[in-house]
């Protein structure tokens, strides 16, 4: 007989009770972030449309969930030595923000072109920041590296189970307020909100529609959960500097394969349109990541006539310059 363990056993999957325990974790000190409601947005899609603000959550963005349930469940031990990121940006400050609230020292490795606002708002967090370059050197490597080194743990941006049960608590809260949708939409990069956002969709509103929305760029959630594997793709172009993710996570995809119907995609000429709807209809200022999900559901790609849409607006942090270039390209 053999007493070899599986790798699947060894890596447990997220569950809803992770998800569950993780709101009572971030209780008090996550924003329970408004549901927003607009009657043009109604009028333009024939359904009745729930937006999560994650744009108002601490730090800008739902990262600020999965960040902080990830620190909290470290030991004391592990929590002196600190903890090491990597992230385009909303992870870094999500993970310099959480660090700084429970007294735990943060490194954070962060593309050298990164948005100036995302890397000033690191620092401004207390966060050590590292820069590399995302076209030619290997994240993960010099995250392992620091970690070996200084004795930090690493926490990856989505492909951890404390990360993916955080980032789930925001569809919990969703559906609890407003009861059950017929449809979901996540805004999706390595699948760390929309594995948690399905999990909270499956328990609270069984017969949901569940779909990931990515860049059109950069399909490659698409493409790996319609052929049943994980598809890598070179790192894509396209103003979702939060969905630049080239591959899905081997925590998120198995859920998502589970629980996830479909995945969207949108251009970037569609995320400016929605950038712009939620600034004159709405009054909120929403990344172009953050505005994924929206844009799906705006511009028909997610048929939403007559169904009550529960959409997550993931994030808000844009440089005012960009946003304005944006605006008028
Ligand atoms: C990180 C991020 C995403 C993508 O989240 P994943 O968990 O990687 O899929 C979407 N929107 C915003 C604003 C983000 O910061």
């Known amino acids: 007989m053999s007493a070899s363990i599986s790798p699947a056993a060894e890596s447990r999957l997220t569950t ?30 024939g359904g009745r449309l729930f937006f999560k603000a994650e744009n108002l959550q601490r730090s800008g963005a739902f990262k600020f969930r999965g960040a902080y349930n990830a620190i909290a469940r470290l030991s004391p031990e592990a929590k002196r030595r600190g903890v090491v990121a990597f992230s385009s940006g909303n992870h870094a400050q999500a993970i310099a923000y959480a660090g700084q609230l429970q007294g735990v020292p943060t490194v954070i490795i962060m593309p050298r072109d990164a948005a100036a606002i995302k890397l000033a708002a690191t620092k401004g ?57 017929d449809i979901l939409l996540a805004c999706t990069g390595g699948g760390g909100l929309l594995a948690g956002s399905a999990l909270s969709a499956r328990a609270l ?20 959960l319609r052929s049943g594997s994980i598809v890598k793709i070179p790192v894509p172009s396209t103003i979702a500097d939060g969905a630049q993710t080239a591959y899905v996570g081997a925590k998120t995809f198995p859920v998502m394969r589970a629980l996830v119907d479909d995945i969207l995609t949108v251009s970037d000429a569609q995320l400016v349109e929605t950038m712009r709807f939620f600034i004159e209809r709405m009054k909120i200022v929403v990344e172009p990541t953050g505005c994924l999900a929206a844009a799906a559901a705006l511009h028909g790609v997610a048929p939403c006539e007559g169904k009550r849409v529960g959409i997550i607006i993931s994030g808000g942090n844009v440089d005012p310059l960009a946003l304005a270039k944006f605006l008028a390209g």
């Open 205 to 224: 509103s069984p017969a949901c529609r569940i779909y990931g929305v990515e860049p059109e760029a950069g399909n490659d959630a698409q493409q790996s």
């Open 16 to 45: 809803y009770e992770d998800v569950c325990a993780a709101a009572q974790r971030i209780e008090g000190v996550a924003h329970r972030t408004p549901v927003l409601t607009s009657r043009t947005a109604d009028a333009r899609t």
């Open 125 to 181: 967090y207390g966060g050590e920041v590292v820069l590399y370059d995302r076209y030619t050197e290997d994240r993960d490597a010099i995250g392992r590296r620091l970690s070996e080194e200084r004795g930090l743990t690493l926490i990856p941006p989505y492909d951890h189970e404390d990360v993916i049960a955080g980032q789930g608590t925001a569809a919990k809260e969703l559906i609890e307020e407003v009861g059950p949708l």
